[in-house]
């Protein structure tokens, strides 16, 4: 047959993706192609004609099977758009997602709230993974302090390499459970997280980028869900200042339990819910 051009191989891929379940299977056949080719996805349609080398051929083969073994778009190419920057990502880290924007987008208003009032806050997120989160913040919101824990030492190992590159602000990264390695003083004006939320019976059921190769210990909230939700507010209350702000991302149906969860904690004077893009609420921010 003729040579594979990019044009040829993009239709064949999406076609083959297609037929195998692979979500958006021309989206995936372009980045992957674009990564073996070093190239912009424009560009591939700016060179259609383009025939393939031999080598490029067998490259590109190979990034295929790893899509068909479900192994997530992100991990094979090693990095994953977030608000502004395409961040480093790796086995072991959570991949960010869309979602998650919502969470970032609140937290950047409470800090806009602090920067009206001449006060510069001190801001943590915990469980930090990529270090997207906290990186898209602080680049937003210069001027403030910024700090990020995680138990993970290879998520820990990419946020800072992620702050590295991409963080105009400095931000302070370090391992820690939850808020146990912190000392009681000083204290937060902000801290955040997005923690486990899946209940434990659910991880199988997710598909099998998530269930297979993303990191159990990012997913897992245990038998309903929230159990890093508890542990966070047990210990958040003394580690914020009075009006400190804890913002969590929670899982779309969660919002009731999470309301019942809060009651049990007298320093959570005031408890409101964000609404994703989907109309989901996805972020809740407890006030003290």
């Known amino acids: 047959m003729d040579a594979w051009t990019i044009k040829s191989i993009l239709s064949w891929t999406d076609t083959y993706f297609s037929q195998n379940g692979i979500d958006s299977p021309r989206l995936a ?8 080719l070093k190239l912009r ?5 700016l060179q259609h004609d ?3 080398e031999k080598q490029e051929l067998a490259e590109f083969k190979i990034l295929i099977r790893r899509r068909i073994a479900r192994e997530p778009v992100a991990y094979i190419t090693g990095k994953k758009g977030f608000f502004k920057e395409q961040f480093k990502v790796a086995p072991g880290v959570l991949i960010p997602r869309p979602d998650t924007e919502t969470l970032v987008e609140t937290a950047i208003q409470v800090l806009s709230e602090a920067e009206h009032r001449g006060k510069k806050a001190r801001v943590i997120e915990l469980g930090v993974g990529s270090g997207a989160v906290i990186v898209s913040i602080a680049n937003a919101c210069p001027g ?3 700090f990020g824990s995680d138990l993970s030492s290879i998520a820990l190992a990419t ?3 992620n702050a590295k590159v991409f963080a105009q602000t400095k931000v302070a990264l370090f391992k820690g459970d939850w808020l146990e390695a912190i000392q009681p003083h000083p204290l937060f004006d902000l801290i955040l997280s997005n923690p486990p939320y899946i209940p434990s019976a659910d991880i199988e059921l997710l598909e099998p980028e998530v269930r297979d190769h993303e990191p159990r210990l990012a997913l897992d909230g245990g038998v309903d869900g929230l159990d890093a939700v508890r ?3 047990a210990q958040a209350g003394d580690r914020l200042v009075p009006s400190g702000r804890l913002i969590l991302e929670i899982g779309f149906d969660q919002k009731p339990i999470i309301k019942d969860i809060a009651k049990g904690f007298f320093w959570v004077t005031e408890l409101d819910f964000i609404k994703d893009l ?3 609420h996805r972020v809740a921010v407890f006030k003290k």
């Open 41 to 45: 996805r424009l560009d591939l349609y």
């Open 144 to 146: 403030h302090f910024y």
């Open 278 to 280: 989907a109309g989901h």
């Open 50 to 52: 383009r025939p393939l």
């Open 29 to 36: 056949a372009e980045i992957l192609l674009a990564k073996v």
């Open 159 to 161: 946020a800072c390499a």
């Open 231 to 233: 542990m966070i507010l």
